[in-house]
Nanobody, 122 residues
Framework: VQLQASGGGLVQAGGSLTLSCAAS????????VAWFRQGPGDEREFVAKINWSGGSTAYADSVKGRFTATRDNAKNTAYLQMNSLKSEDTAVYYCAADPSYYGTLGSSYKYWGQGTQVTVSS
């Protein structure tokens, strides 16, 4: 499956953005999707995940209550709604997918999008 992340941009602290992860090539509904991010000088970290049906989600403590992962399998797209953004949310955000893994380890996801930059100004 090919993944295309989009929706990043520059936003003021306290603002909102919605990232999209469009999939093509395979049956998207067979794949769990996760979001990761990598800030300047930081290692890649897990942000959120959503299972194949959308019925299960989980979040990193740093974004819990502010970010929401959803998906629309009919549109082959997953979303990450980000509210109350903080300067520390500044990073390149990646979506990843896998047909058999639903965890928080980036190295275990087989397919990755190219990343989209999110910059939060304080």
């Amino acid at each position: 499956v090919q993944l295309q992340a989009s929706g990043g941009g520059l936003v003021q602290a306290g603002g909102s953005l919605t990232l999209s992860c469009a999939a093509s090539g395979r049956t998207f509904s067979n794949y769990a999707v996760a979001w990761f991010r990598q800030g300047p000088g930081d290692e890649r970290e897990f942000v959120a995940k959503i299972n194949w049906s959308g019925g299960s989600t989980a979040y990193a403590d740093s974004v819990k209550g502010r970010f929401t992962a959803t998906r629309d399998n009919a549109k082959n797209t997953a979303y990450l709604q980000m509210n109350s953004l903080k300067s520390e949310d500044t990073a390149v955000y990646y979506c990843a997918a896998d047909p058999s893994y639903y965890g928080t380890l980036g190295s275990s996801y087989k397919y990755w999008g190219q990343g989209t930059q999110v910059t939060v100004s304080s």
